[in-house]
């Protein structure tokens, strides 16, 4: 099994619908974030978490929430889809001291909504 | 805030050649770089990590080095072959505990058969 696994890696949605991104690892880390990558524009962090009890926004939150109901699991909702949150979708995880032993990503799930 | 500049964006040369890769940031005071993989509409794969105390990682064809004093990475491919055509993402933290790890936008590598 992969070290982080995201579900579902396809998804095509409505604009206005509600979605959820699941996130799971068994790195047993601390640490969890959430990516979104555009053309162009390069990765972009939209929340992390520290911890079950810390979660914190990244660059670009406008439009999600999280929630981290336990260490292994991390979840990205958008609350309502709009077409410019297409983009292909990265959760990844890290070591708590350091950052010892680098990031380590999903596979990704590509998000569509029209 | 940090930025991260990947040069060439995109490169193409003949199979066997030797190859660099070149990623910068604007503060230097990078802790640790990772050197990613990324093949079209994949996920990221870890290739190289350079931690705080380190300048240099090796691993089969792939040497990464990190000049702390410049703010500058270079990832060299050595012999290199069709299967390595896919884009590589330089990424770096600034300080121990950071949550934030910078990407640059990436080199497209294609390696001509």
């Known amino acids: 099994d992969a070290d982080v696994t995201q579900t579902p890696r396809n998804r095509i949605t409505k604009t206005g619908k509600r979605i959820m991104l699941e996130c799971s690892q068994t790195?047993?880390?601390?640490?969890m974030y959430w990516y979104r990558q555009d053309p162009g524009l390069g990765l972009r962090l939209i929340y992390y978490s520290f911890d079950v009890k810390d979660i914190n926004k990244g660059e670009i939150s406008d439009g999600y929430s999280v929630s981290r109901q336990a260490q292994a699991k991390f979840s990205l909702s958008l609350e309502s889809a709009i077409p410019n949150q297409t983009a292909l979708y990265f959760c990844?995880?890290?070591?708590?001291?350091?950052?010892?032993?680098?990031?380590?990503f999903g596979s990704g799930t590509r998000l569509t909504v029209v | 805030k940090q930025e991260v500049t990947q040069i060439p964006a995109a490169l193409s040369v003949p199979e066997g050649e030797n190859l660099v890769l070149n990623c910068s940031f604007t503060d230097s005071a990078i802790y640790n770089l990772q050197w990613f993989r990324q093949d079209p509409g994949k996920g990221l794969t870890s290739l190289l990590l350079i931690q705080s105390s380190q300048r240099e990682q090796t691993s089969g064809r792939l040497n990464a080095s990190l000049d702390k004093s410049s703010g500058r990475s270079t990832l060299y491919i050595a012999a290199s072959q069709p299967g390595d055509s896919a884009t590589y993402l330089c990424?770096?933290?600034?300080?121990?505990?950071?949550?934030?790890?910078?990407f640059g936008k990436g080199t497209k590598l294609s390696v001509i058969p």
């Open positions: 990424a770096g933290n600034s300080g121990a505990g950071s949550y934030q790890l910078t």
């Open positions: 790195k047993g880390h601390d640490r």
């Open positions: 990844a995880t890290s070591d708590p001291h350091g950052l010892s032993y680098g990031y380590t």
